[in-house]
């Protein structure tokens, strides 16, 4: 399934290292701070805890969506 993963974390050491998992998993970025590609329910699951570890108690936000087909064909973007 794809997975959306978008995060706000104000410490730059860890955010890098945010970006960083993603990477190791195989996402690539979309924006900034979001992520996007494919992963198995199991592989978004060992994410998803992995970032967790990683912000511990920094201040920030992660979030993780996955996303049908359906609504991979109705997205729209722009890249410049």
């Given at each position: 399934m794809q997975v959306l993963v978008i995060y706000d974390v104000e410490n730059d050491r860890i955010r890098?290292?945010?970006?960083?998992?993603?990477?190791d998993y195989g996402l690539q970025r979309i924006q900034f701070s979001a992520f996007r590609?494919?992963?198995s329910a199991n592989r978004m699951e060992e994410l998803?805890?992995?970032?967790?570890?990683?912000?511990g108690v920094d201040k920030g936000n992660i979030q993780m969506y996955p996303m049908c087909e359906k609504d991979l064909k109705?997205?729209?973007g722009t890249e410049s």
């Open positions: 890098s290292k945010v970006a960083n998992a993603c990477k590609g494919d992963l998803f805890f992995r970032l967790k570890k990683i912000l109705q997205a729209r």
